[in-house]
């Protein structure tokens, strides 16, 4: 598929988010697809290591908004929900690749990962309470569990951008690289982690994460219900309808 690359070589699986006019949003295709690469990254034994990445000047611009209200909602393991689950289970190390604006899933989906590197020009955003909607993806759970409450409060809450220096100091990114190294650097990590035994990576990362998978699915069903029950309130009807019509949403006439 066009709007995701998928690359296998010396053991890693490339996954490039690659749909720049539409700052690299996520439709559904594209979550289907992602869900499918991760079970078969799981499934074969010649891939050690997984690589998310964008492009240097856009990782993501998170939810494709108009392919999101066009969504199939009777579908009870819609391909977003395929994606979340892939990422909280999936065994062998993500590395994820980080440049230039990284909103909604585009940021929740880093928790998942194992390493995350940015180019200096990232900006991490989760501004699903300016959608009228809630955190998504098990960050709930997980950003105040790894930034710290209040940080992850104001990120959650206020839903501002910060940038690669901020991220780095609360631990959601190993290294910052000029942007045009960052892609570089995740893959020689990759293909150092690669060429380590894979029973030991997945071992010790399984050690991790133990006792915390059931805990994140958990959340994640939890914030769905949520999401889905605000999906319906007048003020994500306005934010959606503010996006499509290119204007700020107004709350207060509500
Ligand atoms: N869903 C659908 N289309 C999107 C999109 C999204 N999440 N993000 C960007 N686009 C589209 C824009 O509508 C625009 O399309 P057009 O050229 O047909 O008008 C195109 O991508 C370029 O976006 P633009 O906003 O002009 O780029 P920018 O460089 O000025 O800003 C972002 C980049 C990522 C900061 C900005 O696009 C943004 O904030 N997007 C919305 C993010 C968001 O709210 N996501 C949902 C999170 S849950």
Redesign the pocket.
């Known amino acids: 598929m066009q709007d995701l690359l998928i690359h296998n070589a010396d053991g890693v699986m490339t996954l490039t988010l690659n749909r720049p ?3 690299n ?1 996520f439709t559904q295709a594209m979550y289907g697809a992602a869900a499918d690469a991760l079970l078969q990254a799981t499934d074969d034994p010649g891939v050690h290591v997984v690589v998310i990445q964008g492009h240097e000047t ?1 990782f993501s ?8 209200l066009n969504r199939d909602t009777s579908n009870p393991n819609p391909p977003v929900a395929r994606f979340l689950r892939g990422l909280t289970v999936f065994p062998k190390p993500l590395i994820a690749s980080v440049c ?2 990284a ?4 940021t929740t989906l880093l928790f998942h990962c194992d390493l995350v590197y940015a180019g200096d020009n990232a ?1 991490f ?4 309470v ?2 009228g ?1 809630c955190a ?1 993806a098990g960050s709930s759970l997980l950003a105040p569990r790894m930034m710290g409450y209040h940080r992850a409060a104001e990120a959650l809450l206020m839903g501002d951008p910060f940038m690669a220096e901020a991220a780095l100091e609360v631990g959601l990114v190993n290294r910052i690289v000029p942007p045009s190294e960052a892609n570089h650097l995740a893959q020689s990590q990759a293909r150092k982690l690669a060429a380590k035994p894979l029973p030991a990576l997945m071992a010790t990362k399984r050690l991790m994460k133990q006792g915390q998978t059931d805990e994140v699915l958990a959340q994640i069903n939890e914030e769905s219900k949520s999401f889905g029950q605000l999906m319906q309130s007048p003020h994500a009807k306005e934010a959606f309808t503010a ?1 499509l019509e ?1 204007r700020k949403p107004d709350f207060a006439k509500l």
């Open positions: 006019e539409k700052k949003s856009i611009a998170g939810n494709d908004i108009t392919d999101f230039g604006p909103v909604g899933i585009g900006a955003s989760m501004p699903f300016n959608l909607l998504e996006f290119k």
